[in-house]
């Protein structure tokens, strides 16, 4: 009450209202810079999970080669959105297909600097989704490569079409409607397409599947470390989905209520799907099942009502258990559940954001818009992201040699070792 007061009377000091009116404009500004940077910053710290949660579902000895994946891939990430990924994705779009201006962001409005700051915490969270997946085969600089071509085009033409632009004109998608709030799309399936392309190039990690192919599990090292990384993810999160307003408006509340609803019935979800089919309650599954409430709830959390917001997020929680046991079926080898978390999920999600519409319900039009840019991300981000791995496997290397593998990838790719008081042997044996 005391604070009202002393606001009503400085504006009554203002000797015209048009002052007024432009004190109140700043103050908004203000506070609109302020909760983007600070929402910036939570995404920023999503890296931290990141490297937690994949690090922790590694082998001890691919620990630091894990860890190293995220911290570069952020840090070349940035460079490379700044330089040509922003321009892309947000510059003036007169063909709906990619911006044309804006590149190497510079003398220019402190809001642009805002927004660049926001969207390349972002694009590096797309980035990395594919380190976990790859992880433990993957050389070292080939990943960079392909981390660095995701930031600077996949995923910023595919950002154009739903989100472009800031300036003038608009992305095809988003002329039609398309609902992704934050990016269940944009973000988390452009992400796993690309793992899942990852992954296959790749192939499976030694040992990994029988000559019969019978699935053989790899425990991680440090679940610990997972269950604070999932934590770290869950926070950032309501960064990611409120910041998403780029203003600090009312609505933050709903945004960051069905967040966090979502997460907890995708927990929930992934718990009663182990329990219904008589496995055990895994703590991995159990946290991927909520990154996967997180990832569905992403597209509609600032369009959907908190009971579809827990609906959505039970249905991915279920579905992360199905879509790693078809990809175990076909035998492919994704370390975390990058795939079954971040595009299955996100699939999921952006169906559902159509389909709950607040105040317009399962409306057929909407929820058809929702799957053509669906299948506009798969279609544009899988043959691009397969096309490149396999390129930088040929002039580059994407595989580690079978003994850099059995031996760990911390060593033979970084000569250094997590766990030193542990793994003497290896400290000591030399490199081949």
């Known amino acids: 009450m005391l604070l009202k007061w002393v606001g009503l009377g400085v504006l009554a000091l203002l000797p015209e209202s048009s002052y007024a009116d432009d004190a109140v404009a700043n103050l908004q500004s203000s506070m609109d810079t302020v909760w983007l940077i600070t929402?910036?910053?939570?995404?920023?710290?999503?890296?931290?999970?990141?490297?937690?949660?994949?690090?922790?579902?590694?082998?001890?000895?691919?620990?630091?080669?894990?860890?190293?994946?995220?911290?570069?891939?952020?840090?070349?990430?940035?460079?490379?959105?700044?330089?040509?990924?922003?321009?892309?994705?947000?510059?003036?779009n007169p063909s709906g297909w990619f911006g044309q201006d804006h590149f190497f962001l510079g003398n220019a409005e402190h809001l642009d600097y805002s927004l660049l700051f926001f969207q390349t915490m972002f694009a590096a969270t797309a980035a990395t989704i594919a380190s976990g997946a790859l992880a433990e085969r993957t050389r070292y600089g080939g990943y960079l490569i392909g981390s660095t071509l995701t930031t600077a085009v996949i995923y910023p033409v595919y950002g154009s079409w739903a989100w472009g632009s800031l300036y003038s004109?608009?992305?095809?998608?988003?002329?039609?409607?398309?609902?992704?709030?934050?990016?269940?799309?944009?973000?988390?399936?452009?992400?796993?397409?690309?793992?899942?392309?990852?992954?296959?190039?790749?192939?499976?990690?030694?040992?990994?599947?029988?000559?019969?192919?019978?699935?053989?599990?790899?425990?991680?090292?440090?679940?610990?470390?997972?269950?604070?990384?999932?934590?770290?993810?869950?926070?950032?999160?309501?960064?990611?989905?409120g910041g998403s307003t780029a203003a600090a408006t009312t609505n933050?509340?709903?945004?960051?209520?069905?967040?966090?609803?979502?997460?907890?019935?995708?927990?929930?979800?992934?718990?009663?799907?182990?329990?219904?089919?008589?496995?055990?309650?895994?703590?991995?599954?159990?946290?991927?099942?909520?990154?996967?409430?997180?990832?569905?709830?992403?597209?509609?959390?600032?369009?959907?009502?908190p009971l579809y917001a827990m609906v959505t997020g039970l249905v991915a929680g279920v579905l992360v258990l199905i879509g790693g046991a078809f990809l175990d079926k076909i035998r492919l080898d994704d370390v975390v559940g990058a795939v079954s978390v971040h595009a299955f999920a996100g699939v999921w999600g952006t169906v559902a954001a159509g389909m709950f519409y607040a105040g317009d319900l399962f409306d057929p039009n909407r929820i058809w818009v929702q799957f053509i840019g669906i299948a506009a991300a798969f279609l544009w981000t899988f043959p691009v992201a397969l096309f490149m791995y396999w390129l930088i496997s040929k002039l580059f290397g994407l595989r580690a040699s079978t003994v850099d593998e059995a031996r760990g990838l911390d060593y033979t790719e970084h000569y250094e070792i997590g766990y030193p008081e542990f793994q003497r042997d290896m400290l000591h044996g030399g490199k081949n």
Request: aromatic letters at 10%; glycine letters at 16%.
């Open 39 to 92: 929402a910036g910053a939570l995404v920023f710290f999503m890296q931290a999970g990141f490297a937690l949660l994949e690090s922790g579902m590694a082998r001890a000895k691919n620990t630091v080669n894990v860890i190293m994946k995220n911290y570069v891939d952020a840090c070349l990430g940035a460079i490379a959105f700044w330089m040509i990924g922003y321009g892309l994705m947000f510059g003036i």
């Open 252 to 305: 933050i509340g709903l945004i960051n209520l069905n967040t966090h609803i979502a997460a907890s019935a995708g927990a929930v979800g992934a718990m009663l799907s182990m329990a219904l089919f008589g496995r055990p309650i895994l703590m991995s599954n159990t946290i991927n099942g909520s990154i996967a409430g997180l990832v569905a709830i992403t597209a509609g959390c600032a369009t959907m009502e």
């Open 169 to 241: 004109g608009s992305g095809w998608l988003k002329e039609m409607g398309f609902v992704d709030f934050a990016g269940s799309t944009v973000v988390h399936s452009v992400g796993g397409w690309v793992a899942l392309a990852g992954i296959i190039v790749l192939g499976p990690r030694l040992g990994r599947f029988g000559p019969d192919g019978t699935s053989r599990t790899i425990q991680g090292h440090n679940l610990p470390a997972v269950a604070l990384g999932g934590f770290i993810l869950w926070l950032g999160w309501f960064g990611f989905n």
